[in-house]
């Protein structure tokens, strides 16, 4: 493997340039918004990662942005510190248990917003700046002091918190996992890294990898990752999937029946209210941009904005459903072939266990310690629908909102940025091999396995559980059109 010149983490790479394989990047292009902000005083880039000074920092209905949402608010203890690491967590069933390799699959880090919701963002402000009549003092901030600084050519590219939530992440996996995650590893290329092709993901692994470096003061090295969206863009290349999902305007009926209904109309009608504005402005598109504009404004920047104050914790709920029914009927449970088209993902991941385990068996040193591979929520969500984790015994419709309030499948919980599965595998001796999932740094359990083995099952069980994925979810028969025809 070539080795690389060390990439200065601020030199992000843009969508067009970005090369097949990596070479230095033509920085300027891109670190021109880093800092054409900065110089503007619109701290738009630089995050305070620092303890909130107190709560009212935090949006109250911060635990509700789903996909757009922190990764502190699904481990609040990163607040304080954002490189604590609680070990004690792990219980390998005893202290022979010897760490052998980890496969991770990561979500992006923090992102600007994509150029669909930056248009939708910007009507919405027009919409209040020249019809707002309340008079409430976050409307006046809004009106006085808040400027629309979201530009279409964003384009939902990683913010300098997205690199530091790669960065921190890098260092506390390296904490949490030592042996598996070291300077020696990296040196000895036992840790290879594989991104999606998207600017935010390529940007986010050269972060991940920064993140180790300067850890280790690496500067006579440079480490590289491969580009590879037949893994972590499946569901751009599952014709089935392009063709009944996500081509299909029919596919999203349940989202588009809950976002016409009653429960969102309140919500409507409560932002125009709270705006002194006519209900006919205030669309459920509005109402998802004033969302989005409080959960972006707080995910980039760190504040609180009046944009939240348009939106009471019930509201919240609401508006957090109707994100959740997009997931699930988008990339979960909604559709067999959302999951299915994420196989191709998944013989991988078991493909790099078995041989680690495979070589460890032999006594040979386990080639790839800790496995790096940077997607998108819509890499993760079907792999985890596809392993059978979050499975609620009712899907999500557009008529059981009020009984959907303790559902499992939750991507507030589970999927911010930068969200993250590990498979950590154990030697704990005389063959016995142990498989350890981990969500976001906390240990789950695989659905069906009752935690008797204090969460970490034998992973011969975990193969049988999965045995007929194992032997089947075929990525082409999956995806090919013409062996399937599915009453929609
Ligand atoms: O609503 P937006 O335009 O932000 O949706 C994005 C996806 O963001 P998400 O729904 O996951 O919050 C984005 O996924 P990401 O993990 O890369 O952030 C996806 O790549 C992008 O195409 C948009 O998804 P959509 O399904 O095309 O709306």
Same mark, same amino acid.
């Given at each position: 493997m070539a080795q690389r010149p060390l990439i200065p983490v601020t030199s992000l790479v843009s969508p067009q340039t970005a090369p097949r394989t990596r070479t230095m990047p033509n920085v300027l292009l891109h670190i021109i918004p880093f800092y054409f902000a900065t110089l503007t005083g619109i701290a738009c880039c630089s995050v305070d990662d620092g303890p909130f000074k107190d709560k009212s920092d935090i949006p109250s209905i911060a635990k509700y942005f789903t996909t757009k949402g922190r990764y502190e608010e699904v481990n609040p203890y990163l607040r304080d510190d954002i490189l604590a690491v609680n070990t004690s967590i792990l219980k390998p069933p005893s202290a022979q248990c010897q760490q052998i390799h980890l496969t991770a699959v990561i979500r992006h880090g923090t992102r600007y917003p994509t150029t669909k919701n930056v248009k939708k963002m910007k009507k919405l402000y027009n919409i209040v700046v020249h019809n707002a009549t309340e008079d409430h003092s976050w409307l006046r901030e809004i009106l006085t002091e808040w400027k629309m600084w979201y530009t279409d050519d964003m384009d939902g590219r990683l913010v300098q918190k997205g690199v530091m939530d790669h960065k921190h992440l890098a260092v506390r996996l390296s904490k949490m996992f030592p042996t598996l995650i070291s300077e020696e590893k990296l040196r000895g290329g036992f840790i290879p890294f594989i991104s999606s092709s998207k600017h935010r993901c390529v940007n986010s692994t050269v972060s991940f990898i920064a993140g180790l470096t300067e850890l280790w003061g690496i500067k006579d090295q440079e480490f590289d990752y491969a580009m590879n969206d037949a893994l972590m863009r499946f569901f751009d290349q599952c014709t089935r999937f392009v063709e009944e999902v996500e081509d299909n305007p029919l596919a999203m009926t349940e989202r588009d029946k809950f976002v016409e209904g009653p429960e969102m109309t309140r919500v409507q009608q409560k932002i125009a209210d709270r705006l002194g504005v006519?209900?006919? /402005?205030?669309t459920s598109d509005m109402a998802e941009a004033a969302f989005y504009l409080c959960a972006y404004e707080f995910a980039i920047k760190t504040v609180n904005s009046p944009w939240c104050r348009l939106f009471d914790m019930s509201d919240a709920l609401v508006m957090e459903y109707a994100n959740d029914l997009k997931q699930f009927w988008k990339r979960g449970y909604g559709y067999d072939i959302n999951s299915k088209s994420s196989c191709i993902l998944f013989h991988d991941v078991f493909s790099r266990l078995e041989k680690a385990v495979s070589e460890n068996k032999s006594g040979k040193?386990?080639?790839?310690?800790a496995t790096i591979m940077v997607g998108h929520a819509e890499t993760i969500l079907p792999l985890i629908t596809l392993l059978g984790?979050?499975?609620?015994?009712e899907p999500l419709l557009s008529t059981n909102f009020a009984k959907q309030s303790q559902r499992s499948f939750r991507t507030s919980r589970t /999927?911010?940025?930068?969200a993250n599965l590990l498979l950590v595998l154990y030697d704990c001796g005389g063959g016995d091999i142990r498989l350890q999932p981990m969500l976001n740094e906390k240990p789950i359990l695989f659905?069906?396995?009752?935690?008797?083995?204090a969460s970490m099952e034998l992973y011969q069980d975990v193969r049988q559980h999965y045995r007929d994925l194992l032997h089947g979810c075929d990525f082409d028969a999956e995806c090919h059109m013409a062996t399937h025809f599915v009453e929609l």
């Open positions: 006519p209900y006919s /402005l205030i040193q386990v080639s790839e310690t984790f979050f499975k609620d015994s /999927l911010p940025y930068v659905p069906g396995f009752s935690g008797q083995n």
